[in-house]
């Protein structure tokens, strides 16, 4: 990568990784099977594929939310034991503690390890870095959709993860807000050069923003396949090359045979 | 990145005051309390006696110098007041439209007390006095009310703060401890529905003094709503606050009172209301029983001597007593929870 900064990504590890759950009728759903993927230090990695195809088991493995049933997750050649500051998570829905203001939701990583006096103003920057400042003491419900997940990302990132655990950020947002963050990711990540992996459902925003797609398949779930995004940045959407990426990408998941065949594309 | 931003910050500095049901013409409303202090006191001095009045310390004093048409004089007086004060300062303008139809209805009831029972002697006397004797009563008797009073504040506060630390603690350990909770719902389902007031043989026989064993029964009323809606509030703590907490580096003790006790707020708060509710209940009845102090204490006496003047000056007093520590408990919960969105209004 070409800035200076781009040094607190770590290396994220997946080897051989299983996960099976017990349902309630005790039955057993095999959620992952025998996956591998790694993730280099400062890379941008999407996981795409159908729902229950284990994006999110994978990304809470990562967290360490969850254990594996067999294999092994590192980070930087640790174990993942547990969840920890140096691998942060971003929901779907923003999941902000509505009790406390902007600015306190971001000082809560610091604040739960102790580090709030020594750090607190960093978190000035943070509310710059993700364009919050006239937002610093509005409770959550006062924020719209982009502007809470803006929160939860400066919240997540004031830790200085090396790993980004992204699950569907942008998935609640829409249309404009969405593209509109995108680029703010690709700030964030081309200044901090965090290491990210992202779980999305949308084929556009994975060949947007990643360096790699890992497409996943459903039942057990398991990575089929994985596409280098090898375009420079900034990224065109109608360019030549992305729409040829798209459709590889498109096939990959056999959806070009559902559409019509004298059907052209509306572009 | 800032072209999407909806402006949360008016809403949040001036939150829109709905004042439902104001009357569409404010002359009239404003001054609406004035019209009904002139017909109260026509009411009084105008209009015969039909009830036979017990002595009473009233009859050293000039009929008009008796604290009931003082008191509406002051009604009055405070109303014209108001109604030039909210002619002349706007600030005061919505609030002076809120409360002048409240205080002139409040006064009109005044007026039917008194027609069905000193002027006509519909309900009779001695259990049902009229205004004069009532106000009569509180003011003669104001040392004591007011002495009982805050002896009530005082055994209540005690109670209310055993039963709320209790139940804190107990509510937190049970809802955060799956196998604690196990053991524990059980046997809170079993002893937490008796009232209290059923354990006052038992209690009874615990302490010498009748204070503790109110103190302890009033602590045991609020200790279980507090326990129940407590635990309920952080077993039922959104899992993704735990994770999100977690994945930024928090331990148990930031997890327990930063993320699970805040979250759990809304619920805590409907068990100290309703452990409110119960700490009255269990006042009263622990003060006409064993405390020889308060205001259940002096409505029980009073009741003895067939007073019924000062029963009804005490029910007075204990209605505003009550009413005043609900409202501060509104107030506390709107202060603290000024983070929820929609909250029920007092």
């Known amino acids: 990568m070409n800035n200076p900064r781009a040094a607190e990504g770590a290396v994220l590890v997946a080897r051989n990784v299983s996960k099976a759950f017990t349902a309630a009728d005790g039955s057993t759903v095999v959620a992952l099977e025998r996956v591998s993927l790694e993730v280099a230090a400062g890379e941008l990695v999407s996981l795409v594929g159908p729902s229950g195809c284990g994006k999110s088991t994978l990304l809470r493995l990562a967290a360490g939310l969850d254990h594996p049933t067999a294999g092994e997750l590192t980070v930087g050649n640790e174990p993942i034991a547990g969840p920890s500051a140096d691998r942060g998570l971003v929901f779907q829905d923003p999941t902000l503690f509505p009790w406390l203001t902007v600015r306190r939701n971001i000082e809560a990583g610091l604040a739960a390890r102790g580090q709030l006096r020594r750090r607190r103003r960093e978190v000035d920057e943070y509310l710059t870095l993700v364009g919050l400042d006239g937002f610093a003491d509005a409770y959550p419900h006062q924020l719209s959709g982009g502007m809470a997940q803006r929160a939860a990302l400066a919240r997540a990132l004031v830790n200085h993860p090396g790993v980004l655990l992204l699950d569907e950020p942008l998935g609640a947002l829409d249309q404009f807000t969405r593209m509109r963050m995108q680029d703010e990711l690709l700030r964030i990540w081309a200044a901090r050069g965090t290491t990210m992996l992202l779980v999305t459902h949308d084929i556009d925003e994975a060949l947007y923003l990643s360096d790699r797609i890992a497409v996943m398949s459903p039942r057990p779930g398991r990575i089929d396949r994985i596409l280098d995004v090898a375009l420079p940045r900034p990224r065109h959407r109608n360019d030549r090359r992305f729409l040829d990426l798209r459709s590889r990408l498109l096939e990959a998941f056999d959806l070009t045979c559902v559409e019509p065949a004298p059907a052209s594309p509306p572009h | ?346």
């Not at chain 2, 529905?193 to 302890?216: G, N, Q, Y």
């Not at chain 2, 019924?308 to 005490?314: G, L, R």
Request: charged share 10%.
């Open chain 2, 1 to 346: 990145m800032t072209a999407n931003v909806a402006d949360p910050l008016p809403r949040a500095a001036a939150p829109p005051v709905r004042r439902g049901g104001v009357p569409a013409r404010p002359v009239v409303a404003v001054l609406a309390p004035v019209v009904a202090a002139a017909v109260a006191l026509a009411v009084h001095f105008a209009l015969p006696d039909g009830q036979l009045a017990p002595l009473s310390w009233l009859d050293s004093l000039p009929s008009w110098r008796h604290p009931y048409p003082v008191a509406v004089a002051a009604v009055a007086v405070g109303a014209i007041l108001a109604a030039v004060g909210q002619a002349v300062l706007p600030s005061l303008r919505s609030a002076v439209r809120h409360a002048a139809p409240l205080v002139a209805g409040a006064v009109g009831l005044v007026i039917a007390w008194e027609v069905v029972t000193t002027k006509l002697n519909w309900l009779h006397q001695p259990f049902f006095p009229g205004p004069d004797e009532v106000f009569g009563a509180m003011v003669e008797d104001r040392e004591i009310l007011l002495e009982s009073a805050w002896h009530s504040l005082w055994l209540l506060a005690a109670g209310y703060a055993v039963g709320v630390t209790a139940g804190l603690v107990t509510g937190v350990v049970v809802g955060w401890f799956p196998r604690v909770r196990y053991w524990a719902m059980p046997a809170l389902k079993f002893v937490g529905p008796i009232p209290a007031t059923a354990l006052i043989p038992l209690v009874m026989t615990l302490w010498k003094d009748s204070f503790p064993c109110a103190v302890a029964l009033i602590g045991f009323a609020v200790w279980f709503p507090m326990t129940i809606l407590t635990s309920s509030g952080i077993a039922n703590v959104r899992l993704a606050y735990l994770d999100v907490a977690r994945t930024l580096g928090a331990g148990r003790f930031y997890l327990i009172f930063h993320v699970a006790i805040p979250a759990a707020l809304p619920n805590i708060f409907i068990g100290l209301f309703m452990g409110l509710g119960a700490s009255f209940l269990t006042l009263i009845v622990a003060e006409t029983v064993g405390v020889q102090a308060g205001l259940g204490w002096y409505l029980r006496w009073q009741q003895g001597y067939m007073e019924y003047a000062k029963v009804y000056a005490t029910l007075i007093l204990s209605a505003v007593f009550f009413s005043t520590l609900m409202t501060v408990l509104f107030k506390v919960r709107d202060r603290v929870l000024k983070w929820q969105k929609g909250v029920i209004k007092w």
